[in-house]
């Protein structure tokens, strides 16, 4: 018998625990040619903002040992283009649509949540409140339990869509933060966001990001994440959604042990545009080579 | 668009730093266009851990395409140090491709450095094409300087020069292009690969001069498939991802920075 | 002519800017077979407590993506054998030595500065109050402002040396730590210690580490390190030290470029045991390349 | 000690995922001695920043040592892939070795799996000194055997065992070892190396029956020159480093956990 991988995260059912992250695999339209998007867990969207943003100029990212800084920005087309074309796009398929949303007031978060829940393709929404490259884009926000429970308490009462909550892991007490919007109804907690990064160039003593710092991600941080992982997910009852470094069904695994109840995978798709379908596939293989009927079975096992 | 390996069929250190190497790989090699790239993983060992993109420097037939490199980095560096008949992870073909549109008659290519990678393809379509062409290459040296492998029958001449003089007259890509514009028949297209200083001044020549100009643009790109917008660029349009909207644009459309 | 490398940070001059990370070199008789400990800027020894400390069960150490975990736990013979033994060893040597110290209460922080205080071989002391792998082995006195300022200006009262505080990077505002801890009589700080990480072994499902959590340095956490060294050089006025995944020298240039007036080297040890060496020939090259007569002159030079 | 680039001569699979490296390096194999350790970098590619430690198998002459090594993980992987005539960069000869008491008159050399790399140079060297030895060897399966090369004049025995009864008896290396006690003369001292359930039970076989034993002990290594602290087993005498002042420990002093 084929193992399970189905998991629901705060009320969304998904085919198996393994999501996009979010500005890694634009809309999914881009990754169209190289994975079958019905096959995924749940499709995370690029964060979208009222209105359109340029983002940051560039240089944007910056390769670093075994992980890349970016600093992107944001940019993105606000959401009313996102619903008539992104949105659009995505009906084709039979897959969860999570979006993501950043603002620069608790207004603007509050308005494009309100904006999104009107239309049925979205399935839940993720509030970044950690960009780390923009100055107004959520980090503030994400940065201390108060702020971060004030944003996610405002969204939360203009929706009745799953609400999940993306933390930073440039803070000092991520789990205070993380129980904090648990308390405020946030129905899941997603993490990692990128870590506040910077390089210079050599030669010519300039940053190599036009925006200075970036974010950090892919397989340097996994250690980081996963202890953060573990953390969160020892203190909180809503679901938590694991990331940070995940390239293959290995990387996964660590991230179920410690608890997390789905993952995202978003460096590695830059590598292995088909990186998430080789993750589900892997996992599946896994389970059935260990003789695990369920996902679940595995999920907090770490034996500590 | 495929994700595959191919296969390395030859490589040679063409000039100093610069190398070619040919690529087995039909999926590519028989629906690349002119001014596309691929984007290539140059190290296994995941210590870069991004993809390098690189032009299709040549379209060899429909099983093979070749890609013309100089070492900068790390990642150009390993893809040196790659071996015959070990293959490369590649994704493509990417990217637009420069467009030559029917009533052109007499088109000048202008290359800066590397930059000529991609005009050699577009030279040997041109002259299937039965489209006339000349093509300016600016260089640092002598030893910099790449064969432009033009057949006997092709009806191109090319122009050299390099900034100390050692091969051709003596100055930048710019300096060749204004001095030929001046000799020369106005051509109906520029189309121009280089650094960003080059192309900038490669611009504002065929501004003055009234010339319709295209140019194929350098950034550094993470997914290469227009996802991570990592790499745009300012146009009169809004921002455009060099990877998907381009590499090739018409130079009065893009905003310089 | 030679272009000068020497440096004075907070009163110890050194030959150059080139230290050892605390914990990486022993106390530098292990790597005296390798490099001639003369040549170095200074030599920062291992964590030392008032007593002994076994530190903490095996598997103490694990590889991740260009970096690794470490849980060692502040193992040493106590500060009295440290002094005996390994500060007697260290007397034939033309180097500063710099003693890091560590400990459970501030009490024993001043008790271990006191009696290091005494000897003469002592240039500095490092205060480490941002070790992740020990309970009550600092970190807790790293983690906020309070009681980094309490630990600081304790041990500041016992002694004249020269003090610097090494600050830890799993904080949320590093920039308001340095700032507390220059307010009460730090002469430098040095930064960045261990992230804290976490791998888990998926066929065991084990942690990788005996102590669960660990510290991640190496190339990895570079771009981090880099981000918060400017941040802190910024903002304050004492010289900061700066570490996190130097490998080479352009690796530690990017470090001076961003206000290190020192950079320190750990990981790269394990590596390459002449790695100090090599980094402090490869500064004086690119100095001389670029005609820069002093290290001074890239101090801080970022384009930003 | 030296820190010092060594030049492979030959590689070979001498059992399943289990290979052998000769490497050309005077400067360690003039000093070395049995039990001792090399720290390898094995993938110059940094994709692991970490150095590997393995036994010196045997010394082939004053020029020539050989590793043997199983691939468990990336680092061994990258390092069966090597190719022959190219370098490794290498810290050795590390660690304290088998010492061989004057008295030792009879020595009986227990190995599990791949513990038998530091064992064929030890009997080697016994041999030389003309101290008679049996050799007990405990492996998964007939696969995973590695022909221990005694010279044909070697006084030395040698019996298997099979997890899987493949070769020789079925059992592990400590049935092996208990089974051999009850026929045998008693040995002056047993040597063992291998996993450490293994090692414990060759322990507590040995202190039932009275036998001096010495235990070559593996942990996970940084430094591999004692600076680190990462390696350490508990002893009768606080904690020491298995790399320098190991691997190679009294039996009896060890606190296992
Ligand atoms: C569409 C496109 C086509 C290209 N075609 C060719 C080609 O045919 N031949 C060729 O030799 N080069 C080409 N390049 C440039 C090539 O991609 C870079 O030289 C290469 O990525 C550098 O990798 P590296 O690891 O060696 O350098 P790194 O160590 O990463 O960096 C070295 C230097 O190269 C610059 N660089 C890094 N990535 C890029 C990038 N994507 N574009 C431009 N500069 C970059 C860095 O800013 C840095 O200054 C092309 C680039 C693009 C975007
Ligand atoms: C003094 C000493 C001598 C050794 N001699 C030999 C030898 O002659 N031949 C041989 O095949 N192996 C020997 N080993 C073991 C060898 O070092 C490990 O197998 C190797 O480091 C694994 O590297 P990896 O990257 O392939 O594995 P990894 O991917 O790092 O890990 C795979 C598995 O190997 C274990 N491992 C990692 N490092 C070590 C280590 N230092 N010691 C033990 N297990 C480890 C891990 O815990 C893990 O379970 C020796 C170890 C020591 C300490
Ligand atoms: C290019 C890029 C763009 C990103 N954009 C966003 C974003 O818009 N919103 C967001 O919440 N996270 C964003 N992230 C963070 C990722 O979703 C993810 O949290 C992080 O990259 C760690 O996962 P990884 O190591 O697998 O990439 C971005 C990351 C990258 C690399
Ligand atoms: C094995 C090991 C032991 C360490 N022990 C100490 C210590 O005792 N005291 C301390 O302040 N830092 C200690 N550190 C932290 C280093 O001094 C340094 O801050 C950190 O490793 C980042 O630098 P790197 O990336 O160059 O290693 C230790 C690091 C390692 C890897
Ligand atoms: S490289 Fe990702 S959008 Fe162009
Ligand atoms: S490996 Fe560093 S002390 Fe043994």
Known sequence: MEPSLSVDIAGIKMKNPVMTASGTFGSGVEYSDFVDLSKLGAIVTKGVTLNE????????????????????????????????????????????VIVNIAGSTIEEYTRVAERLSEESMVKGLELNISCPNVKDGGLAFGASVKSAVKVTSAVRKTTRLPLIVKLSPNVGNIVDIAKGVEDVGADAVSLINTLIGMAIDINSFEPQLANVFGGLSGPAVKPIAVAMVWQVSQAVDIPVIGMGGI???????????????????????FIYPEATIKIINGLREFLKKSDFKNISDIINKVKV | MSHIEARILTKKEVAQDIFKLSLFCPEIASTVIPGQFVHIECGKDKKFILRRPFSVHRQINEDVFEILFQVVGKGTKSLAEVEVDSCLDIIGPLGNGFKIPDDCKNVLLVAGGIGV????????????????????????????????????????????????????SKGNAADLLLNHLRKNEKPDRIFACGPEPMLKAVTSIATRNGISCFLSLEERMACGIGACLSCVCKTKSGNKRVCVDGPVFNAFDILWE
């Open chain 1, 247 to 269: 390239i293959n069904a290995e990387d996964a695994l660590e991230f179920f042990l410690v608890g997390a109840k789905a993952i995202a995978v978003g460096t590695a798709n």
């Open chain 1, 53 to 96: 943003r340029l983002g940051n100029p560039t240089p944007r990212i910056y390769e670093t040992p075994c992980g890349m800084l970016n600093s992107i920005g944001l940019q993105n087309k606000g959401v009313e283009a996102f619903i008539r074309e992104d949105l659009k796009f995505l009906e084709k398929f039979d897959v969860p």
């Open chain 2, 117 to 168: 990678a991609p005009l050699v393809f577009l030279a040997e379509k041109l002259f299937l094409s039965k489209i006339s062409f000349n093509v300016l290459i600016g260089c640092a040296n002598c030893q910099k300087v790449v064969r432009f492998p033009l057949k006997d029958e092709m009806t191109g001449k090319i122009y050299f020069s390099t900034d100390d003089g050692s091969l051709g």
